[in-house]
């Protein structure tokens, strides 16, 4: 759940491992730091430079420090072991040999046991540290960093990703993993070794992905990939299609801001593949699938976390309608560990952006261990939910740089829609006017999207009202309920405020006693089959003096007259509506998380990539 960075080149390293750093913050955010080599040729030492708090710190630190190596390692952290500091920043270095870390060493008590009672002092919490000192001890015996890595891979017990220098050999860097994502660019006379390709790819769009438990071995330009024991393999060489453009803001004040209004293009882009434009129906090609597969599936499994898991509960709604195949979702941190009961002829689908959630991914390895059969749906093409799953669809939403998630929520609901009306079409649930029907709403949604986001001015003002509240109530029925949660979800995260998402008809049940004149409800209310029960349980709350906030559709007279605000969705079909009322829900945590000047893009406690429990 940090970032990390390597580079052996003929660019200055300092700029190159920063820059990476910078686009890679969205991982981690309370410490940073770099080690490079520096001094004359023959005598190099590394030089670790440290700060707590932001990148902008170590950026400041390092404004006038001048390196005359060409090989270097950065990390910006995500605490785990050890309160963000700097003494618990990496990089950590034990004689000579320097390491960055992504993951959670698990034996790290009974390595540090070890290490101590043979005489190592510690100069941090971590659990990284502990590593530095099992390489540096095995370098003096092997004489070679290659060596020493391979001889203390079986000591470790985790996730972890790893980079490593020593500076008697000042052309190697050594890359090892087993869990968080690790990929080498290879560009013209530089290698950059990084958790992902957005600090890669201003430098080269060719990249080579590494597997769990495999070595890389960086050697002036080189790089040689080899199996734990010292077998060679031989890697893909991948090239990115997307640009480096795509990770700058574009004159948007945060990322956030610029991907809630991207998504109308995201959603084009991840219908794009799966639409027959002529025929008007959905084809799942190069899925990895068949439909022989899906005719068999009898039970669908939507297992995930956070906000692509509240995608995969407004695609139970959709795929249940359509494809009549009973879905159940599961949270992936629950289904792992509880002993989940997979029939014959199952389904599991993962969701997730990253594509390296550790959760989602042990979720995946266990339904497969328990024979079913698995798709993915992830943004980050070749990360590790991606490759293993049997089969996959992508988001394609771009690069989502922001950590509140958003346009791949919505590409994730556009490609659940799709999934459902191939299998209904396929199984022969749904009739071709139907799916006409839904992919002309399909197609039509980008450009509804667009007519939403131009009243973001509006979403704005309607924010600073949530300001004046203690908490927020977010409800609603149906496919919206899901949108209840994820408006909650966003309101946590950026505005630090209290909210809620509920099923509208649980109301009664309990929350129903929270309501008065300090708790807003925000009603996602479209006009669907749920609408008049909405609106009723809307008199309820307004009876017992609650403040209400509705989303609805068009002008509707009958929504306005309960409600404190309206925010106006066009007209549009119950599955695509979802899509619709994410973008003021959105918004509208956006505005507010601005207006009370928290850092939007990289909210506290928080990292995009969860790649440890
Ligand atoms: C919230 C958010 C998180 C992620 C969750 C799963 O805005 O972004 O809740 O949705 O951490 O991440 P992925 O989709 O990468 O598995």
Redesign the pocket.
């Known amino acids: 759940m940090c970032g990390i960075v390597g580079y052996f080149g003929q660019k200055d390293p300092k700029e190159v491992i920063v820059g990476g750093l910078k686009r890679l913050e969205y991982r981690g955010y309370d410490s940073a730091g770099v080690a490079i080599l520096d001094g004359p040729m023959g005598q190099q030492h590394i030089k670790v430079v440290r700060a707590q708090g932001k990148l902008a710190e170590l950026s400041k630190k390092l404004e006038h420090e001048k390196f005359t190596g060409r090989l270097g390692i950065g990390h910006t952290r995500w605490a785990t072991h050890g309160v963000p500091s700097e003494r618990n920043a990496h990089p950590h270095t034990v004689e000579g040999v320097s390491l960055v870390h992504n993951g959670i060493i698990e034996n790290y008590q009974d390595i540090k046991r070890t290490l101590a009672a043979s005489g190592a002092t510690f100069t941090s919490d971590t659990d990284s540290e502990l590593v530095a000192h099992l390489l540096s001890r095995k370098v003096k015996e092997t004489g070679d960093l290659l060596k020493a890595v391979d001889g203390i891979l079986p000591l470790l017990r985790g996730a972890y990703a790893i980079v490593a220098m020593w500076e008697k050999q000042p052309d190697v860097l050594v890359a090892f993993k087993n869990g968080p994502p690790l990929v080498i660019g290879l560009g013209e006379k530089e290698v950059i070794v990084a958790s992902d390709v957005q600090a890669i790819i201003s430098h080269t769009n060719k990249v080579v992905y590494i597997d769990d438990h495999e070595i890389a071995f960086v050697k002036g330009a080189d790089l040689k990939v080899f199996t734990a024991g010292g077998n060679s393999i031989k890697k893909e060489i991948q090239t990115i299609t997307w640009s480096a453009d795509q990770v700058e803001k574009a004159g948007f004040k945060h990322f956030m801001h610029k991907e809630i209004h991207e998504q109308p293009r995201a959603v084009a882009n991840a219908c794009a593949p799966h639409i027959d434009l002529a025929a008007k129906v959905v084809r799942l090609h190069d899925v990895g699938l068949t439909d022989a597969q899906f005719k068999k599936i009898e039970r669908i499994f939507i297992i995930?976390?956070?906000?692509?898991?509240?995608a995969g509960v407004a695609g139970k709604y959709v795929i249940e309608k359509i494809a009549q195949v009973p879905v159940e979702t599961d949270i992936?941190s629950e289904f792992r560990y509880r002993s989940p009961v997979i029939p014959p002829n199952t389904l599991v689908v993962t969701?997730?952006?990253?594509?390296?959630?550790a959760d989602?991914l042990a979720a995946l390895r266990l339904a497969k261990k328990m024979g079913a059969l698995t798709l993915s749906i992830?943004?980050?093409r070749a990360s590790s939910?991606d490759r293993e799953a049997d089969g996959r669809i992508y988001m394609n939403s771009g690069p989502e740089i922001g950590?509140?998630?958003?346009k791949?929520?919505v590409s994730t609901l556009a490609v659940l829609n799709l999934f459902s009306v191939y299998l209904g079409s396929v199984r022969g649930q749904l009739a071709k006017n139907e799916e006409t029907n839904i992919v002309e709403n399909m197609l039509a949604l980008p450009a509804q999207m667009e007519a939403v986001l131009s009243y973001d001015k509006f979403f704005g003002e309607a924010a600073m009202k949530l300001k004046d509240y203690r908490g927020v109530l977010f409800m609603g029925r149906g496919v919206s309920y899901p949108i209840a949660l994820e408006g909650a979800?966003?309101l946590k995260?950026l505005a630090y405020m209290h909210a809620e998402g509920y099923a509208a008809g649980e109301m009664k049940h309990g929350p129903l006693a929270l309501i008065d004149d300090r708790m807003l409800i925000l009603m996602v209310c479209p006009s669907d089959e749920h609408y008049e029960k909405s609106l009723s349980n809307l008199e309820e709350a307004r009876a017992r003096g609650g403040k209400i906030m509705s989303i609805g559709t068009g002008d509707d007279a009958a929504l306005k007259a309960v409600s404190d605000d309206y925010l106006s969705l066009p007209v549009a079909n119950w599955m695509v509506n979802p899509i619709l009322a994410a973008l003021p829900v959105q918004l509208l945590a956006y505005h507010v998380a601005d207006a009370m000047g928290n850092d939007v893009d990289q909210p506290r406690n928080?990292a995009?990539?969860?790649t440890v429990e």
């Open positions: 995930a976390c956070g906000t692509s898991y509240y992936a969701i997730s952006q990253s594509g390296e959630t989602t992830c943004n980050v939910i950590v509140a998630s958003t791949a929520f979800l966003k995260e928080l995009k990539s969860v």
